[in-house]
């Protein structure tokens, strides 16, 4: 697609509810990125994908969250047992390569606004 | 671990004022040094970029300019819009092997007419 397509845009769920969140990365961009916005505060790192692997897990906040790409395209971020303190924006990115292209540029999508009552 | 620290906000500036927002970084190797920028109501986009040691990124008559001796990328612009008005990112991405973004905080800054 033209850019980073993100589903759902906004997203209120219940606490302990599972919640998937879903991000279609620019066509023939193998690097997927993950993040989390929360209000006020900056960029936290969440999860890194090249192709359908993940070497980079470790900015996942606890084993309620989880992400998988399949196809090297589309990524699913899941969180389980919703809590207050998930309600944020989750960002998703993409770029053409990884890390073996210092200056390369990830794009972003417009995010899943989540709230979690 | 690498990290950025940037200035804190809001920063409120009139029209055509001079604007820097200080950005440092802590990084092993050789770290590529961004700035992206968030205009109200839309996405993450990158503004400008840097991959190694004296290189001047600019774009939109914003400028940082890579300084391994002070590990900083400083954002400055010398006559800002109101159109300027958004939240502003440094972000550094580690070397070859190192395939993560990490983000500042953000700088909000404000134009005022």
């Known amino acids: 697609g033209a850019g980073v397509s993100q589903s759902p845009s906004n997203k209120v769920t219940e606490k302990g509810k599972d919640v998937e969140l879903r991000c279609d990365p620019i066509s023939g961009h193998t690097a997927l990125y993950w993040y989390r916005q929360s209000l006020g505060q900056g960029l936290e790192f969440l999860i890194y994908f090249q192709g359908n692997s993940a070497p980079d897990k470790s900015g996942l906040p606890s084993d309620r969250f989880s992400a998988e790409r399949t196809g090297g395209s589309v990524s699913t971020l899941t969180i389980q047992r919703t809590q207050q303190e998930d309600s944020a924006v989750y960002l998703c990115?993409?770029?053409?390569?990884?890390?073996?292209?210092?200056?390369?540029?990830?794009?972003f999508g417009e995010g899943s606004w989540l709230t979690v009552v | 671990g690498n990290s950025v620290t940037q200035m804190e906000g809001p920063v409120t500036l009139s029209e055509e004022a001079f604007l820097t927002i200080n950005c440092t970084y802590t990084?092993?190797?050789?770290?590529?040094l961004f700035w992206y920028v968030q205009y109200p109501g839309e996405g993450l986009q990158l503004l400008l970029k840097a991959t190694k040691a004296d290189d001047k990124g600019s774009n939109k008559g914003f400028e940082a300019t890579y300084r391994k001796e002070t590990t900083s990328f400083h954002l400055e612009k010398g006559s800002v819009q109101v159109s300027d008005s958004a939240v502003y990112f440094c972000a550094l991405k580690g070397g070859v092997r190192d395939d993560k973004i990490i983000f500042g905080k953000g700088t909000r800054l404000h134009i005022l007419p």
């Open positions: 990115a993409s770029s053409s390569h990884g890390g073996q292209f210092p200056g390369n540029t990830i794009y």
């Open positions: 990084a092993t190797g050789y770290p590529s």
